[in-house]
């Protein structure tokens, strides 16, 4: 399956999906990282792996539809079929999510629908939450509402910063995504109203 991955900063959890694409675990081709911000290092990961790392402005756009109408151009121009949000700070419009119908995927550092949008372990931290964790789900026109896919758990300790809670989350985004993302290859998730099926594998 082709994957655009879009991206704004660190990219870890585009290294851990190239990483299981490497060592064979991924069934998958990333054909094109797009990062709205020059700076992210995730760009210089692609580039070390000879993914093309594209920089595309937001700032040089109208406005939101007219900045996913070109990312839908590229994403299209490569030949995805599958596109991945890993730390992409953007809010995403009807122009792009209607173009990749279930074809667009998050993750999110909470166990949704708790602690939504942004700084969402701090969210889980003031709200003193004994769990959290992360959700990998379908992107839909809300701001992480979409049919969810895989979640994974920890616990938050006493003495947990935001960093520390952070990444002990980071840890299970980095097994799930590429998880998530594989049993899309294989076929095996269907959407049927706000669940996600997963099919068992065919022995
Ligand atoms: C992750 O915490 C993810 O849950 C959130 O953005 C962060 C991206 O981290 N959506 P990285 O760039 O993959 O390291």
Do not use: W
Not at 174 to 181: E, F, K, L, M, N
């Amino acid at each position: 399956i082709k994957v655009g991955v879009l991206i704004s900063g660190s990219g870890s959890n585009l290294q851990s999906i190239i990483d299981r694409i490497e060592d064979g675990s991924l069934s998958a081709d990333i054909v094109c990282v797009i990062s709205n911000n020059a700076g992210a290092f995730g760009l210089e990961r692609a580039r070390k792996h000879t993914i093309p790392a594209l920089h595309m402005d937001h700032r040089q756009f109208a406005g939101r539809s007219a900045y996913d109408a070109a990312l839908v151009e590229t994403l299209q121009q490569y030949g995805v079929e599958l596109v991945i949000l890993a730390g992409f700070m953007r809010i995403i419009t009807p122009v792009l999510i209607d173009a990749f119908p279930h074809a667009i995927m998050n993750i999110h550092p909470a166990i949704l629908p708790a602690f939504p949008g942004l700084h969402a372990q701090r969210q889980a931290l003031d709200h003193g939450a004994r769990i959290s964790g992360c959700t990998v789900h379908f992107v839909d026109a809300g701001t992480d509402t979409g049919p969810i896919i895989i979640q994974a758990a920890v616990p938050v300790l006493d003495d947990d910063t935001e960093e520390s809670l952070s990444a002990r989350i980071q840890v299970e985004e980095h097994r799930v995504y590429p998880r998530a993302i594989q049993l899309y290859a294989e076929g095996r998730l269907s959407v049927e109203g706000r669940r996600v099926i997963i099919t068992p594998p065919v022995p």
